[in-house]
């Protein structure tokens, strides 16, 4: 079975960073794109980041040139790295990966807050 597990959430004031880590359980980061997504109340969870097997890069415009999606494959573990946060970007944040683009696969999410 494969298990996402995400870390790294928390309370942070404006303008501070977090970086998020997701590790799975399986080593399946191989044939995976992998991703960020987040959900704030009320609202559709969105596309944050994304990064595909090769290593090309897709950014919501609202994080652009402030969140730095990666991966290390060897460690089956992706990050989320969140710098000049804004109250905006509170919400709870989920890892996704998939597998030979056929099977998807989510943690349970962590949350982040930004608030003064």
């Known amino acids: 079975q494969v298990q996402l597990v995400e870390s790294g959430g928390g309370l942070v004031q404006p303008g501070g960073s977090l970086r998020l880590s997701c590790a799975c359980s399986?080593?399946?980061?191989?044939?995976?794109?992998v991703g960020w997504y987040r959900q704030a109340p009320g609202n559709q969870r969105e596309m944050v980041a994304l990064?595909?097997?090769?290593?090309?890069?897709n950014y919501a415009d609202s994080v652009k040139g402030r969140f730095t999606i990666s991966r290390d494959n060897a460690k089956n573990t992706m990050y989320l790295q969140m710098n000049s946060l804004k109250p905006e970007d509170t919400a709870v944040y989920y890892c996704e990966a998939r597998y030979r683009n056929t099977f998807n696969y989510w943690g349970q999410g962590t949350q982040v807050t930004v608030s003064s």
């Open positions: 399986r080593s399946i980061f191989d044939d995976s794109a």
């Open positions: 990064i595909t097997n090769s290593g090309s890069t």
